[in-house]
């Protein structure tokens, strides 16, 4: 066994062993930056999960807002309807009694069957088309 190495062999050893510190070096750097890299994807994978789930929320309470919109639309719909069913049936009723009184104006002879009747007819419109109920006064 021989315990001595010649200078040009340890010289040559020592080259090859720095140049492999060298790769050992730089491959542990490379590893490191390419585990930060890693880890730094995970995060946004991560963050980017909660803000698609933030988002599908989001998206869910926005679908439960346009249905409710659409159940007070529906219903102002109705309303307005209703409204303008009324105003048109009172303007209605406004227009056939200034005929009436025209018409009571200009006779020579009034038929109460006939001005009864026509009043109870107008009142059909009144209120939007509600039926009023006309009661007489007897005195």
Known sequence: ?????????????????LLLND???????????????????EYKSEMSYFERVDLENEM???????????????ELAKLWNDANRKLWCNNESARQLRELSKDILDSQKIDKNQLATYIYDIAFYVGGGV???LKSKDK
Do not use: P, Q
């Not at 001595?4 to 050893?13: E, H, M, N």
């Not at 790769?23 to 994807?41: C, G, I, M, N, T």
């Not at 807002?65 to 007070?72: I, P």
């Open 23 to 41: 790769d050992y070096e730089k491959l542990e750097k490379a590893y490191e930056e390419k585990y930060d890299r890693v880890l730094d994807l």
């Open 60 to 74: 869910f309470s926005l679908k439960e807002e346009n249905e409710k919109l659409k159940k007070a639309n529906e």
């Open 131 to 133: 039926g009023v109920e």
């Open 1 to 17: 066994m021989k315990l001595f190495v010649s200078r040009k062999k340890y010289d040559l050893l020592n080259k090859e062993c």
